[in-house]
């Protein structure tokens, strides 16, 4: 990193992504001014701030800061998700900066270093999460790059010098991963997204094929079982299988019992780590903790030290987070989860459902992306069929334009069964949900989506325990 990177100053365009975040933070650590545009000041735009961060929040280029003017000292930093036409890239490429995507930078700055890359549809936020939570609390340590905030630590980036090893969340979007090359990569899932990139099923599936590729000899591949995915490793890298309840890495007599999980961790040759104990005690966890630990046993950290932190493991913010647990005097459970795929809303409903046998199940549903509403409508309505209830909330645009006739009712159209549904603006959530609570028809509530749906929780959480006035 230091012998190719000679730039002091870096402007994010989009520096409000939690992607670009972690970035930010490592360039401050480094000691580089850091500053950026965003559309939308958010809890996380105003922690960047507080933390040194100068950024600005109207298209105008006239703000850029004087210290990013020079096209010698300054580095130009955007997500896939900025328009061609934004003022502020068109003012860096017409001036002749150096403009790279934020994978491209990713790429760069994990280049000295060893890669522990996690990618798939779902699953690569927590797997990555627990792998660098077990790390930083081993002598190996690591460096990590997250998709998540880390409620261990309330960020989304670990710093360690002296380690050799980096964390990753290996993105797919725009084929983003394309830009690493991992020591150790996971692969948790290749269920068909982001279609409006890769247009075909088989695009989707090659793409993560060439990632397959990337590892470097010496290094290792770790895929789930039974996903549709023909790897394609180089020379020299060594391939194992994960999953649950087998492969060459899985969990072995699980246990479940007074909201807690344990389960023993099978690596290849017999060797077992005996009664780990879910930080997150959740169904789904079992299996991502085993993708996590198959990373970090390859990498040599022992046996107490990963017991011990998965026990301490929290989770990541927004990934089935819990908002209330129940123990108040009205018994209501909120779980908040950044599900945005059909086979991730399906995971976190059966995850609900075994936490909570035989109690009434509402699903806050916000849709994300105007063309993943599309594509998969029909999906979405059976994931959220397994819901007793399900309010469907106005889709989240993100980086899309409106397409004519995709509206969150074509989901709640779809539905085969006859399931109490409610379609709903979201500014409308809270106030609806007061009245159904007021009616007694509330019990277990799971926000599931990708937009800004956890932006309603408090005042949810309120109207809840009777904190808000009726």
């Not at 002091?8 to 933070?25: D, H, N, Q, T």
């Not at 270093?113 to 797997?127: A, D, E, P």
């Not at 809270?430 to 009616?439: L, N, P």
Request: glycine share 8%; charged share 25%.
């Amino acid at each position: 990193m230091e012998n190719e990177f000679k730039y002091s100053s870096i402007y994010f365009v989009g520096a409000g992504g939690i992607g670009m975040a972690a970035l930010e933070r490592y360039f401050l650590a480094k000691g580089c001014r850091v500053a950026g545009y965003d559309r939308t000041r958010t809890a996380l735009t105003d922690a960047l701030a507080s933390e040194g961060v100068e950024i600005f929040y109207e298209e105008d280029a006239t703000l850029i800061p004087d210290y990013c003017r020079d096209p010698q000292s300054t580095l130009v930093v955007y997500t896939p998700a900025i328009p061609d036409d934004h003022a502020g890239l068109q003012y860096f490429r017409q001036g002749g900066f150096k403009v790279v995507k934020r994978a491209e930078l990713l790429g760069i700055v994990t280049q000295g270093s060893r890669g522990l890359c996690f990618s798939g549809t779902h699953g690569k936020t927590t797997t990555s999460s627990m792998a660098a939570h077990i790390l930083h609390c081993s002598p190996i340590g690591c460096n990590a790059f997250l998709g998540g905030i880390l409620r261990n630590y309330d960020s989304n980036f670990l710093l360690d010098n002296n380690s050799q090893y980096t964390v990753v969340e290996a993105d797919e979007y725009d084929r983003s991963f394309h830009h690493l090359r991992p020591y150790i990569a996971v692969v948790t899932a290749t269920d068909p997204d982001h279609l409006d990139i890769y247009g075909t099923e088989e695009a989707y599936l090659e793409s993560f094929a060439h990632f397959t590729e990337l590892v470097v000899p010496g290094g290792a591949l770790i895929v789930k079982e039974g996903i549709k995915l023909k790897p394609r490793p180089v020379d020299g890298v060594r391939v194992y299988s994960y999953s649950r309840d087998s492969g060459d890495f899985h969990a072995a007599n699980v246990r479940k019992g007074n909201g807690e999980i344990h389960f023993d961790f099978v690596a290849p040759g017999g060797v077992e780590i005996k009664d780990i104990n879910l930080g997150v005690p959740v169904d789904v966890n079992i299996e991502n903790a085993v993708a996590a630990m198959a990373v970090c046993y390859l990498v040599g950290v022992e046996a107490d030290v990963m017991r011990d932190a998965i026990s301490s493991f929290l989770g990541a913010k927004r990934r089935f987070e819990f908002w209330l647990k129940g123990d108040d005097k009205y018994g209501h459970v909120l779980i908040d989860d950044y599900a945005h795929h059909p086979e991730e809303i399906r995971a976190s409903i059966l995850s609900v459902r075994d936490l909570y046998p035989g109690r009434k199940l509402t699903v806050i549903f916000q849709p994300h992306l105007y063309s993943r509403t599309r594509d998969f409508a029909s999906q979405f309505a059976d994931a959220l069929s397994l819901a007793d209830e399900v309010m469907i909330l106005d889709i989240y645009p993100a980086r899309e334009e409106p397409i004519p006739g995709v509206t969150s009712e074509i989901i709640s159209d779809a539905f085969k069964c006859r399931k109490a549904r409610i379609l709903c603006d979201k500014r409308d959530m809270v106030d609806v949900m007061r009245s159904r609570e007021y009616e007694h028809e509330v019990d277990v509530v799971l926000t599931v989506g990708a937009g800004d749906i956890s932006n309603y929780l408090p005042r949810l959480c309120k109207v809840l325990t009777h904190q808000e006035a009726w």
